[in-house]
């Protein structure tokens, strides 16, 4: 699932008015979809760098300033590494659908209210989750990853780290690893419930 602004999304390409419309999205998918018409089945959310973030709000139990779109220059021509495979970042950037731009103001102060928010709230996760990061990320910290893992009420949890990978894990050499880890955890929790 796109959330506005991101992938096939409609508006303006690397723009959010708020974090929390993606949130409101991802909640109204998870109440029509999943508990209407698939009631029953075992969900799980994915969510990378942001995404990851909006999940997290989504499912911590809690719920029930005007910015022009201008933009801020990267310091990085692309950003900041977030892979240590060449070819794999020649693909991901050239992908329409992916924005490559330098951050929106207005998306970036989304991502800093989004993420205090969640500091903030850590213990009240409980829901089962694995967490995956590299230790060499410089987009988002490893030790957030961390606190959350060692905050949250979840009793249900696991945390991988990989030391010297960047922030695009499914992007780095390794990603096949990456992936065999989380369809592990994945097969992991669906035996469990199939031993219910």
């Known amino acids: ?22 949130v ?4 109204e998918f998870l109440e029509d979809i999943v508990l209407e018409e698939n009631h029953g089945l075992p969900c799980f959310l994915f969510g990378h760098s ?8 989504v ?48 998306t970036g102060n989304e991502i800093l209210r989004i993420s ?8 009240r996760v409980t829901v089962p989750f694995l967490v995956l990061h590299g230790t060499a990320d410089t987009i988002t910290d ?16 696991s945390i991988k780290l990989y030391d010297g990978y ?3 894990l499914l992007f780095e050499p390794e990603r096949d690893d990456i992936a065999n880890d989380i369809i592990n955890w994945l097969s992991a929790r669906l035996d469990v419930l199939q031993r219910r």
């Open 166 to 168: 960047l922030h695009d």
């Open 1 to 22: 699932m796109d959330w506005i602004g991101h992938g096939g999304s409609d508006g303006v390409h690397g723009y959010v008015s708020s974090l929390d419309h993606a």
């Open 116 to 123: 205090s928010y969640l500091q903030r709230n850590l213990s």
């Open 50 to 57: 942001t995404g990851g973030a909006i999940v997290l709000k």
């Open 59 to 106: 499912v911590a139990p809690i719920f029930s300033v005007l910015a022009p779109k201008y933009r801020v220059s990267a310091l990085h021509k692309r950003g900041p590494p977030v892979s240590r495979d060449p070819e794999a970042l020649k693909m991901k950037y050239s992908d329409p659908l992916v924005y490559t731009g330098p951050i929106r103001v207005r």
């Open 142 to 157: 490893p030790r957030a990853s961390q606190r959350l893992y060692h905050a949250s009420m979840s009793t249900n949890k």
């Open 24 to 27: 409101g999205d991802l909640k």
